[in-house]
Nanobody
Framework: QVLLVESGGGLVQAGGSLRLSCAASGRTFVIYAFSTYAMGWFRQAPGKEREFVACISRGGGPTYYADSVKGRFTISRDNAKNTVTLQMSSLKPEDTAVYYC?????????????????WGQGTQVTVSS
């Protein structure tokens, strides 16, 4: 089993920052080390399709970002703690969405989520103008 739990969402004014974390646990990560999974962040706004935000490769790099967040968001991971973090700065109202972390047994894949094996329950990020 796999459990991904996101935290750190909330309400922030435009231009502000938030730090999302995703903690991974479960038997799967005992058998197959967390470090063997690429970890991605996705988001879904009301009435919109889920979209790719960022991904960090299995070993910690390279990283990939959606054009809309490049230069503002930074993804990182701590394989010793089984966590992945998304540091978000210069937030805009259009960043408002539910943010999900996901794990993929393989390299990063910039998709709408297809190809990712495990998902968290999501955390709400709301950016006010």
């Amino acid at each position: 089993q796999v459990l991904l739990v996101e935290s750190g969402g909330g309400l922030v004014q435009a231009g502000g920052s938030l730090r999302l974390s995703c903690a991974a646990s479960g038997r799967t990560f005992v058998i197959y080390a967390f470090s063997t999974y690429a970890m991605g962040w996705f988001r879904q706004a009301p009435g919109k399709e889920r979209e790719f935000v960022a991904c960090i490769s299995r070993g910690g790099g390279p990283t990939y970002y959606a054009d809309s967040v490049k230069g503002r968001f930074t993804i990182s991971r701590d394989n010793a703690k089984n966590t992945v973090t998304l540091q978000m700065s210069s937030l805009k109202p259009e960043d408002t969405a539910v943010y999900y972390c996901a794990a993929r047994s393989g390299p990063c894949l910039q998709s709408t989520g297809v190809g990712y094996d495990y998902w968290g329950q999501g955390t709400q990020v709301t950016v006010s103008s």
